[in-house]
């Protein structure tokens, strides 16, 4: 009930958030700078307010000039682009075996993409590290 009269008082008196847009239409892959969003001033639930959470991130879609971005709009910067080679890990601690793979997917650090290992022909999922390997289990 205090929720829902706060959200009343609120309308009534005009009060609106900051939300992040860009200023220029942003292609997908493109990592966002600081010239390329500004806060305008509106209420669009689920967009993000903070230009500094936008900053860095990679665009997942097309941003287009004045359009709110949104959390599933952008991500963190790929490290990892379809067709790259790179090295698949399998760690056990005790054991490391790495090989050749390439990736038929892109993606960032912490993400799961497909691999196909270039000795066995096998397709395996694994996570990107920070290195650019992919870890399998």
Not at 13 to 35: F, Y
Not at 69 to 74: E, K, L, T, W
Not at 81 to 88: E, I, M
Request: glycine share 10%; hydrophobic share 45%.
């Amino acid at each position: 009930m205090l929720r829902l009269s706060l959200a009343l008082l609120l309308a009534a008196s005009g009060a609106v958030a900051d939300t992040v847009v860009p200023t220029r239409t942003i292609r997908p892959k493109e990592i966002i700078g600081a010239a390329d969003v500004t806060v305008k001033s509106a209420e669009l639930p689920g967009a993000f307010r903070r230009i500094d959470a936008v900053i860095g991130q990679e665009a997942r879609v097309a941003l287009y000039a004045g359009r709110p971005i949104n959390p599933g709009d952008i991500g963190p910067p790929a490290l990892v682009d379809r067709n790259d080679l790179v090295t698949l890990v399998y760690d056990t601690g005790l054991l490391t075996i790495s090989t050749d793979g390439r990736a038929l997917g892109r993606g960032a650090v912490g993400e799961l993409i497909r691999v196909m290992n270039l000795s066995s022909r096998s397709t395996v999922s694994g996570r990107i590290r920070s290195d650019g390997s992919i870890e399998v289990n």
